[in-house]
C-alpha cells in the first residue's frame, strides 16, 4: 500500500555532498520511524540513519558510527519525506542507499517498507 520513491542518487566526489530524498505515497502513511539504508558491493545491508515520526520522541535520530558527524538525516511532515544530507562523503560510502519505513522492532531494523535503492558512487 505504502510506496517509497528516493531521488536524489548520483556520482559525488570524495569530500562534496549530496542529498537524498524519499518521498511516501499512501493515505494511510503513519511511520513511527523511517530510515537511511546502504549495500555497498560485497557486502550486507547496513544501517545508516533513521528518524523517530511520531510520539514523544518524534525527530529523534539515530546515526551508524561509520557516518556520525557527516551524514543529516532530517523530515518534511507536510511533505511525507525523509532526507539524507550526505556531507564529506568517502569512497567507502559507495553503495546503493534504501530508504525504509515503518519498523517492527527498533529504529535499527526491522522495517517494513522499502524503497527501489539509489546508487550512490563516491569518486576519490
Known amino acids: 500500500q505504502v510506496q517509497l520513491v528516493e531521488s536524489g542518487g548520483g556520482l559525488v566526489q570524495a569530500g562534496g555532498s549530496l542529498r537524498l530524498s524519499c518521498a511516501a505515497s499512501g493515505r494511510t502513511f503513519s511511520p513511527n520511524a523511517m530510515a537511511w539504508f546502504r549495500q555497498a558491493p560485497g557486502k550486507e545491508r547496513e544501517f545508516v540513519a533513521a528518524i523517530s515520526w511520531r510520539g514523544l520522541s518524534a525527530g529523534s535520530t539515530y546515526y551508524a558510527d561509520s557516518v556520525k558527524g557527516r551524514f543529516t538525516i532530517y523530515r518534511d511532515n507536510a511533505k511525507n519525506t525523509v532526507y539524507l544530507q550526505m556531507n564529506n562523503p568517502k569512497p567507502r560510502d559507495t553503495a546503493v542507499y534504501y530508504c525504509?519505513?515503518?519498523?517492527?522492532?527498533?529504529?535499527?531494523?526491522?522495517?517494513?517498507?522499502w524503497g527501489q535503492g539509489t546508487q550512490v558512487p563516491v569518486s576519490s
Open positions: 525504509a519505513a515503518d519498523t517492527t522492532e527498533s529504529v535499527y531494523r526491522g522495517y517494513h517498507y
